[in-house]
């Protein structure tokens, strides 16, 4: 039945890579980094298209590739299905011939049915003869994805697939992608610099960045509770902060500028180490400038608003802190937060840190130029 | 008053060059646009040799190879009990030499333009290497190899120098059209060399245009 794909790359070069992930099957889980991080020379390495230094990448009982026996099976041989970012249709056969040619060794009039069938899947029943120069972008897009299914993969393998359409097709193919890994017991690794489009699609995340994979878990914990700095930049924290460790036990506080902020105990940080960390927009408590409430004593932060920025139904507004000069801090607020309490640029402002959403992190070692 | 002799000898070898020749571009042409390797300028400039020498360059070399004297030629005539040059046999090797560049080129161009990311999709979509060459990488060069079939076709009706050279102009065995034309303007019949002429013009001009119409761009051609 469905079979975990196991992979482990490792080589010097041409592009450098460290990479470890799995995928169960069933899973769907998204390979993010930025543009040249090697996210494709993975997927790539996986269809058997590039053969790395060193490794292991085996999909179930079969071993596809095993540096160390000097095994490399060829891509025909790999049960894959990979969707091309520029699709990669074949020009000169129809929609439907594009699936039936993937459908190996069986008869013609199978294969033809058999394709008819993923078309539907794919929402582009009575599409079947047109050539892929007739077709939309996201109609080309499906017929990758169909052609991709047609061999029947062990492993679904997506390159970017939602890169080169518009954001209406985007949000409606992500929204097909959905419903149709229901239907689908493979282990599917998408390849995205999206971190929305993750968030939204993948049961697991994994970041990479050189070639290395720094992190690997729920979209919620990898966006929240990074495993570094550099995971931090690379999933577009917006506050990321250095401080120093200043009492440790059950009366933790970290020292950020002049202030001395409650935070849950972490043993491994002990009493003056210098730390990163964190706290998600959303996870800062507005003062109602009414009406005091409870939590207020919680890690208060007076500082004066930068800039309000809408965004339609949430608003993101900066702070800069007056205990810690240079630093802003960003919060989320709902817009009609933002208009009862006529928060505007210059004005002053009151915010708690929710302790328990303080995630530390060890500093990042020297900075590597990006 | 026209030369049919001339005409049909000048349509046979280009018909052979053409067969012959085509295969072998296909090989090296899809070879050339696939691989890299050290030595690909120095045989990329091989084959254009032929471009850019004089016919009579190139003759004089195939002489020497292919001559009684010369150890090729020698070989050839012990094995087949004919001699090479002054031969058609000799003609159609000299016409394979000098039309190499012309089947090469477009069909290595008409393998390039395929995307690298169309072959690798036809291995992971389960297609051996056979098939992907029968069913994904020919459909999209036939253009180039159809260039290249009316290419070396056309340049071998007009070839003159090299044939000269190697064939001299034997009637019935190695005079050409090309060559039946000077032998006609020398003989002061002009309305030989005319009947000829016209007719190697209208082939030129027919292959050209057929050239033309297989280099259109696909788009142009959609339906709808």
Known sequence: ?370 | MMDWTALRLSLELAAWTAALLVPLGIVAGRALAHRRFAAKSLIEALIAMPLVLPPTVLGFYLLAVMGREAPFGRAFEAAFGQPLAFTFAGLVAASLIANIPFAVQPIQRAFEAIEPEIREAAWTSGLSPLRAFLEIELPLAWRGIAGGVVLVFAHTLGEFGVVLMIGGAIPGETRTAAIAIYDRVQAFDDAAAGALSAALLAIAFIATAVLFALGRPLRERRRG
């Open chain 1, 1 to 370: 039945m469905a079979e975990t794909l196991e992979v482990a790359l490792r080589q010097r070069g041409p592009i450098p890579l460290d990479a470890r992930l799995s995928v169960a099957g069933g899973e769907l889980v998204a390979l993010v980094g930025p543009s040249g991080a090697g996210k494709t020379s993975v997927l790539r390495a996986i269809a058997g298209l590039l053969a790395p230094e060193e490794g292991r990448i085996a999909c179930g009982g079969a071993v596809w590739f095993d540096g160390a026996r000097g095994l490399a099976l060829a891509p025909q041989r790999r049960a894959v299905g990979l969707v091309f970012q520029s699709y990669a249709l074949f020009p000169h056969l129809t929609a439907l011939g594009n699936i039936a040619i993937a459908m190996g060794a069986r008869p013609a009039a199978e294969r033809e049915d058999r394709a008819r069938l993923l078309l539907d899947l794919v929402h582009l029943g009575g599409l079947d003869g047109r050539y892929p120069r007739e077709l939309s972008g996201g109609q080309q897009q499906r017929v990758a994805l169909a052609r991709a299914l047609a061999r029947d993969p062990k492993v679904l393998l997506l390159d970017e697939p939602f890169a080169a359409v518009d954001q209406v097709t985007r949000r409606k193919l992500q929204r097909e992608l959905t419903a149709l890994r229901r239907k689908l017991a493979v282990p599917i690794l998408l390849v995205t610099h999206d971190l929305e489009e993750a968030a939204i699609l993948a049961d697991r995340m994994v970041i990479i960045h050189r070639g290395r994979t720094l992190q690997d878990g729920r979209p919620r914990d990898v966006l929240r509770r990074p495993v570094s700095p550099l995971v931090a930049r690379l999933t577009d924290q917006r506050n990321l902060f250095e401080g120093r460790i200043e009492a440790a036990g059950s009366e933790t506080r970290l020292r950020w500028g002049g202030l001395l902020l409650e935070i849950a105990p972490r043993p491994e940080f002990p009493a003056g180490t210098p730390v990163a960390w964190t706290i998600a927009p959303s996870d800062a408590i507005l003062h109602s400038r009414h009406r005091p409430s409870q939590g207020e004593r919680e890690n208060p932060v007076e500082g004066s608003i930068g800039e309000v920025l809408r965004l339609g139904e949430t608003a993101l507004v900066t702070i800069a802190p007056h205990a810690a000069p240079g630093a802003i801090l960003t919060i989320a607020l709902s817009e009609h937060v933002v208009d009862r309490n006529a928060l505007a640029p210059g004005e002053p402002i009151k915010v708690s840190l929710v302790a328990s959403a303080i995630h530390l992190m060890g500093r990042d070692g020297p900075a590597e130029p990006d």
